[in-house]
């Protein structure tokens, strides 16, 4: 149980805040507060679109894991120098607290309806012949992959508003991908996008910027999602947000100025590209130096975080990837043996405390 009365809330309950509230549920008074009733493992979900099974081990109730804390699942949307306000109109009062609100997605609120979402997008694949993808960049070619591989009959056009894929990591990986890609013939078109406020499913000729008409029974909107930090900027928070909307964070992951608010994952400064595994390991340095505060150990005893060079690895289908590592990039088989089988999902949820093999356990 708890050791203490300290109060610990946390906003967001994606990889960076499920982490941190599953540390400390037994070290401090933990509320996770959340929009939907679940954890999602986000890197898994493009394989659960072509293979809706796999989703049972990815969305976890965060009951499963957070067995001695409090969950309130609405937005948080204002915060003062001592609570937190939801959108249903809880006021959740904090001695320290964490953001780890990421990026903004509409997903549904209970994991029923999100494990029926990847059957329903697991349908439309099927029953297509030909499938637009809009975006290229991690998600997109993802999605491409997983189609290509598991349907390879099915035509995939996908269509990116840049000059090449996968701009978040360098030129090698990028025209490795497009070649694999091709070779599995899928049509990658640069430079156009698809006017997105008219689309519709059911829709059969989508027409891109530069005038081109493509036919496709269907489409998957691959594009980035906004930064959810929009509700911070009328609150006490406002000074922390640097022009992109991110929380700027000290290298002990705490906000600018703030000695008892810390942020951690997608929604920080951190000079370095938003990836889960790194929002899991600032988790930890978080739940550590929160450990030491509540127990009121010395500054000096914290952690703190240092930015990583770009290492990135994205799945190609079910057996290969490619990897960007500081001095390599690969592609094939052997990046391909570290992520696309089981895409992490059994290590992240050993590191939740649950079963990796299985969601009945
Ligand atoms: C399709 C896809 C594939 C990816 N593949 C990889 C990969 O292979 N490897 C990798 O390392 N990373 C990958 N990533 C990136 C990784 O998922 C993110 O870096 C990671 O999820 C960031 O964690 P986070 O906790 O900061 O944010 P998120 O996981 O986005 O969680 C944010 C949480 O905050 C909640 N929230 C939002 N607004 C509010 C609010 N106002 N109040 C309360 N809660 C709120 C959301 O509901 C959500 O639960 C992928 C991402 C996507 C989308």
Redo the contacts with the bound molecule.
Sequence with gaps: MEKNGKRVVI???????SLVAKSLQFHAHVTL????EYFEI??A??RSMVEPYFAERTIINHRDYLTNGDIVTS???NVTETEVLTADGHRIGYDYLVI??????S?PKTRRERLNQFKEDNQKIKSSHSILIVGGG??GV?LAGEIAVDFPDKRVTLVHRGSRLLEFIGTKAADKTLNWLKSKNVIVKFEQSVDLSTLTDGQKMYKTSNGETIEADCHFLCIGKPL?SA?LKETVLKNGLDAQGRIKVDEKLRVKSRNNIFA????TDIPEI??????QQQADVVAKNLKVMIEGGRECRMDTYKPHSTVA???LGRKEAVAQFPFLTIIGRIPGFI?SGDLFVGKTRKQMGLNPDSAHA
């Design positions: 906003l967001g309950g994606g990889v960076a805040g507060v959340d929009p939907k986000t890197w979900s493009l937005h948080a949307v780890a609100t990421g990026h903004a997605d997903v991690p998600t993802e959810a509700w951690i994952g997608d929604i938003k990836q889960g595994f790194l929002a690895i994205v799945s992520k």
